[in-house]
Every structure is written in structure tokens, then in C-alpha cells.
């Protein structure tokens, strides 16, 4: 036994080094076009409402087997957003830096509220999308509370979870509440860890603001502030 857990020892070592350089620094910052790589999927019409959305095999897999089970139960879940370049966040973070007014600082916490900075998002991973609502209060009653409370019940089964929860004890920094953000855990955890090994704050440039990335510690605070439930790791 004793010969076996040091020979295990030995094999684990350097399969852990090798998850991490299994994605690259480009996948891993957004820096990607996923219609040109072979690891995603596009997804159906009928299960997204945008045309040319993408999520990575296993992630759209789960999704699909998570929709078809909720089915059963009369709950709908549609895809609203998917994976999003950085180029494509860029576009979003800029837009919203030249309407929102205010001190540099103050105008990139009130985006950071909701948006990520180019460079930080998990919707770069192909393994986040948004369902059916960008309103917390759509989730809280009728409909959208019946849909919330299938996913707070049923969705680790598939293997997703919320990382964007309301402010507590174990979550008290990064974006407000998302009841509608769901991440894929088994691939979200490999790529986050290797977000903290590969990247810096060097690598956080070309969009308004993004000087202001290290003061406001987003890697620590937002691409690691997030809850992850224990029943789906
Ligand atoms: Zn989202």
C-alpha cells in the first residue's frame, strides 16, 4: 500500500503541473474566436438567444442535460450570453466608461458592479453564460422564483453554480449578487487556477481604465471573488 500511495504521489506531481499549461494564456485572457477552435461548440437556436454563441463541449453537454431534466419539472432555461471575447468585453467596459460619469475610480467600481474588465471576465472561458434574465428580480417571484429555486436545487448535480452570490461571510468582494450567472465547475476551477498562475496585472491593458486594474485588485477580488458551493467540487 505503502508503495503504491508514493508511486500515485509521484504520478500526481506532474499531472498537476501539466493541467495548468493544458490552457493557454490566450484561452485563459479571452483573447480567443471560439468558432475557430475544435474544443466548442456552437450553441442551438433553441437553446440560445443569440446567433453564433459558442460554450466549450463539456460545458454545452451539461447545459443540455441540465435543460432537459428541468423540462420535466415545466422549468425553461435559455442562454442569453455566452462565451465573450476580450475584444468584445472591451466594447462593453468602454461603452459604459463614456456614459458613466464621476472620478476614474468611482466610474470603474460602478461598472465593475456588473462588468468585468477586458481580460478578467469567465465569460473569456467558455464555461459562464447568463440564463434567461439579467434582472435578480425577475428570479425572485412567479416564474423566474420557480426557475431560480430548480437551479439552487438541482444545478450542482450538472456540475454548475452560482459564483456571484450575495455578499457574506465567505464572499465579501467582486460583482453584486448574479442570480442569472452559472458557471461550469470542472473546467471553470482548472482555468481560474491557472488565471492566478499565468497572468498579471501587465497583462490587464488596452481598454479605458485599465491602469486602475492593480489599485482596485481585481484578480483578487473579482476573477477570485466568488463563492463555490462544497457539494459541487
Ligand atoms: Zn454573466
Redesign the pocket.
Known amino acids: 500500500m505503502k508503495t503504491f500511495l508514493l508511486f500515485f504521489g509521484f504520478l500526481v506531481a506532474p499531472l498537476a503541473g501539466n493541467e495548468i499549461q493544458h490552457f493557454t494564456k490566450a484561452e485563459i485572457l479571452g483573447d480567443i474566436n471560439p468558432a475557430h477552435l475544435k474544443s466548442f461548440d456552437k450553441l442551438k437556436t433553441k437553446h440560445c438567444t443569440k446567433a453564433n454563441a459558442y460554450l466549450r463541449d463539456e460545458v454545452y453537454s451539461a447545459f443540455k442535460k441540465m435543460a432537459k431534466e428541468a423540462e420535466k419539472d415545466g422549468v425553461h432555461f435559455v442562454i442569453i450570453?455566452a462565451t465573450r471575447n476580450r475584444e468584445y468585453q472591451a466594447g462593453i467596459w468602454n461603452r459604459k466608461w463614456n456614459t458613466f460619469g464621476g472620478e476614474l475610480l468611482e466610474r470603474a467600481q460602478k461598472i465593475l458592479q456588473y462588468s468585468s474588465m477586458p481580460g478578467t471576465s469567465?465569460?473569456h472561458w467558455g464555461t459562464?453564460?447568463?440564463l434567461n434574465s439579467l434582472n435578480n428580480s425577475y428570479f425572485e417571484s412567479g416564474k423566474g422564483q420557480k426557475e431560480y429555486e430548480w437551479l439552487r436545487d438541482h444545478a450542482h448535480l450538472f456540475g454548475f453554480f452560482q459564483p456571484y452570490t450575495a455578499f457574506n461571510d465567505s464572499r465579501d468582494a467582486g460583482y453584486r449578487e448574479?442570480k442569472?450567472?452559472w458557471s461550469y465547475y470542472p473546467t471553470a476551477s482548472k482555468l481560474q487556477r491557472a488565471y492566478n498562475h499565468l497572468v498579471s496585472y501587465q497583462d490587464l491593458k488596452g481598454f479605458n481604465g485599465s491602469e486602475l486594474a492593480k489599485e482596485l485588485n481585481v484578480i483578487s477580488n473579482y476573477v477570485n471573488g466568488v463563492e463555490v458551493p462544497e457539494r459541487v467540487k
Open positions: 450570453s469567465r465569460h459562464d453564460f447568463d448574479e442569472w450567472h
